[in-house]
Every structure is written in structure tokens, then in C-alpha cells.
């Protein structure tokens, strides 16, 4: 399946031909360009990656609630001070996530 791009906006558009319109800018079709086989790839690899990135923020925030939850039982400092430990990794690391999702985005990335 060959994918379009749209000249005015970014969007990724898949399918034999480009829409009539952007779905998202509602540019005409004549504005969008075909991505070589390269571009296609690279943008593939991209979404590939964007969901995985996610599907580790999920796991990120499921790991966060847990340790508050560990934190709240309130067994002994030992537990606690571990727990705090995967507080803070799971805090860090979201927001290291969230801002490299960004940057794929502003670089027309997100497709
Ligand atoms: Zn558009």
C-alpha cells in the first residue's frame, strides 16, 4: 500500500491513491506527494516505535500505582524506600517518554 503525504499539513494518507481531500486539512489530493519506498519505511519504523513507546507508558503508569500502593501499606522503611525508588523511575521515565513522543511529533514524525 503506498502512502501520501500531504504537502500542507504532514498527514500520512495509506491507500492505492491519495484522498479527494486531507482529512485532517482538507487540502485537495493534488497536494499530496507520494513517499518513496525509503520514506515509507522510515515512517512505518516511526509508528512502530511510537507504539511501543506507549505501550511502555502504560506499564510506566501501571507501575506507578502500584508503588503508591506499596507505599500506602506502610510495611517497613526498607519496603518503602524500594518502593519510593520505582516511584521515581516510573515518574522519570514518563516524562523522558512523553518528551520524546513530542519531539517526533514537532519533527512531523506522528503519523
Ligand atoms: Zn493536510
Redesign the pocket.
Known sequence: MALWK??????IFEGPAPPDN??????PKE?FSQLSEQEALSVQKSRRTNYLHMKALTLLHELLAISEEIIKEDLDPPCIKLANSEKEFAQITIQKIKAELESHMKKGKWG
Open positions: 500531504c504537502q500542507i499539513c504532514n498527514f486531507c482529512p485532517k486539512c482538507g487540502a497536494k
